[in-house]
């Protein structure tokens, strides 16, 4: 069955840096855009990145844009979100989605359970 797993959340100060992992299994990985989401309490769901099955495209909220990368390991089954220049308003449960195909075109099939981002002083 498909699975999809995140790690990397924690609790970081304003400016720093962390990175997000989502370890996929279940199906063929290298065939499927994946993208990462966030959701912070009482706001709905927002994307924050996506990146096709070969990894050479990639798009980004506007608010993410310069400070996150998303990039993914086919070799490894996983994709990963480098977070830089974290705000406060960055703090939120992350999720990592399966798109339906290979790019974004396609709806989330499957979602992860989520990590938490916490950005404090």
């Known amino acids: 069955q498909v699975q999809l797993v995140e790690s990397g959340g924690g609790l970081v100060q304003p400016g720093g840096s962390l990175r997000l992992s989502c370890a996929a299994s279940g199906f063929t990985f290298s065939s499927y855009a994946m993208s990462w989401y966030r959701q912070a309490p009482g706001k709905e769901r927002e994307l924050v990145a996506a990146?096709?099955?070969?990894?050479?495209?990639?798009k980004y909220a506007d608010s993410m844009k310069g400070r996150f990368t998303i990039s993914r390991d086919n070799a490894k089954n996983t994709v990963y979100l480098q977070m830089n220049s974290l705000k406060f308003e960055d703090t939120a449960v992350y999720y990592c989605s399966r798109k339906g195909g290979s790019d974004w075109s396609f709806q989330n099939d499957y979602w992860g359970l989520g990590t938490q981002v916490t950005v404090s002083s």
């Open positions: 990146i096709t099955s070969s990894g050479r495209l990639t």
